[in-house]
């Protein structure tokens, strides 16, 4: 294929509107032409961001894929369970596909686009993009090389932090399992990938607990109101209160120039529309009173094929979002997390190693530089005619986390019941 590349965009949301934006790193390599989303202003937003022609702007996906194809590659960052159903017509029209995670919460519609994917000439990158980090392949070069040894045992922590709990998964878009994913697979299908890929074992058996702590009605402090806004009497002492999230938050706060997180609210994402959304939408809401079903915290044990496990753990009531990674070995130990960026290796009866993944990594932004580094394994994959490597994020690959996340849901609902894999499987 000839440079460039060119994308077109089906959900201009945080994750779509993220790929498009590398364009700005890839001038040469990409070019935004085409953009779908249910938001006529976010449509606009990237008419006028990438130059897309009005032709090439619709309504949904769905309008979008009764055209030809209009680019290389189509970006599928629609909800999740509309993933497959946006996929399977673009690879049948001759697009690549760039898949947000999860593929999908049902196990017969993973099978059902691995076997479209297979008749189909285009390639399919499924976006776990810790795999395309300077973090975990500095991890997985030392777990490689036997520098700790025999991997034995693995502790693994997500760190989701309260505020972005409260807004992705109590109030917002991920809140409730039945119109999106269980929190297993929607936010750690992501862990349940890079620990396969970093140990290269499949799992033998999987065992979960967990549940809602906190965001739950019985919770709610005495005056609590439905709304952050709405004369709640114990909004000065919430620490979930909406108005300090969005607004005055110097970590997450529109007032400190902190615009991830309100740009979901708003296209403007100004402190007088943020203010707007919080008065009248689903994020001004009290996080007692939401229709959120997903888990707050919760353990997995895997039951690796070799006999070694890996502990993982996700919890809401941290104070960053990051994660931990802590591998035991035979011959030593590794001890890293990605909030410091710091690898510390530490061989038995010698001094420690340290490794300061920042001095590596030319960008750390983005999951870490993954999201980056996904979109420009998938250039080169494209422009080179390159075949996919050991880290690239196929669907066969990928599948594996999504067994491990759904058998771990499973597990979950039965009390912490262990979970065959291969049986798992085979339903």
Not at 2 to 11: D, E, L, M, R, V
Not at 29 to 49: G, H, Q, R, S, Y
Not at 298 to 321: N, R, V, Y
Not at 380 to 385: E, F, G
Request: hydrophobic share 35%.
């Amino acid at each position: 294929m000839k440079a460039p590349i060119t994308f077109a965009i089906a959900g201009f949301g945080d994750r779509g509107s993220t790929y498009a934006s590398m364009q700005k790193l890839f001038p040469e390599k990409m070019k935004v032409v085409a953009v779908a989303d249910l938001n006529p202003d976010k449509v606009e937003k990237a008419k006028k961001l990438y130059g897309i022609p009005a032709e090439n702007c619709f309504a949904s996906a769905e309008e979008m894929l009764e055209k030809d194809r209009l680019a290389d590659v189509l970006v599928v960052s629609t909800m999740d369970r509309q993933h497959v159903g946006h996929a399977i017509p673009g690879l049948r029209k001759g697009y690549h596909i760039l898949m947000e995670k999860p593929i999908s919460p049902e196990i017969e519609k993973c099978r059902e686009i691995l076997e479209v994917a297979g008749e189909c000439p285009g390639k399919i990158l499924v976006c776990h993009v810790l795999r395309y980090t300077v973090f975990y392949n500095t991890l997985k070069d030392l777990l490689d090389k036997g520098e700790i040894g025999q991997v034995v045992s693995i502790c693994a922590n997500e760190n989701v932090a309260y505020w972005h709990q409260a807004h992705s998964f109590v109030r917002g878009n991920w809140r409730n399992s039945q119109e999106t994913s269980p929190m297993i697979l929607q936010k750690s299908c992501h862990d349940m990938d890079i620990l396969t890929w970093l140990t290269g074992k499949k799992c033998r058996a999987v065992s979960s607990v967990g549940g809602i702590q906190l965001f739950k009605k019985e919770r709610a402090p005495k005056g609590a109101a439905p709304r952050c806004l709405g004369g709640c009497q114990a909004k000065d002492g919430c620490i979930f209160d909406a108005e300090k999230i969005y607004v005055t938050n110097p970590k997450t706060g529109i007032q400190h120039g902190q615009g991830w997180i309100t740009s979901i609210l708003s296209v403007e994402n100004t402190v007088e529309s943020t203010y707007e959304a919080l008065r009248n939408g689903p994020y001004g809401r009290c996080v007692y009173m939401c229709d959120n079903d997903v888990v707050d915290h919760q353990q997995t044990l895997l039951l690796m094929e070799d006999g070694s496990t890996i502990s993982f753990t996700m919890c809401a009531f941290t104070q960053d979002c990051y994660r931990y990674f802590k591998a035991m070995g035979t011959k030593g130990e590794i001890e890293a997390d990605m909030k410091s960026n710091i690898i510390r290796v530490r061989r038995f009866g010698q001094g420690e190693e340290v490794i300061d993944v920042g001095a590596l990594a030319d960008d750390l932004k983005g999951h870490g530089g993954g999201d980056s580094g996904i979109i420009g394994d998938f250039l080169d994959m494209l422009l080179n005619d390159l075949e996919a490597t050991e880290r690239t994020t196929t669907l066969e690959s990928s599948m594996e986390s999504h067994f491990m996340a759904l058998a771990a849901e499973e597990s979950r609902k039965q009390g912490g019941a262990l979970v065959e894999m291969e049986a798992f499987k085979k339903r």
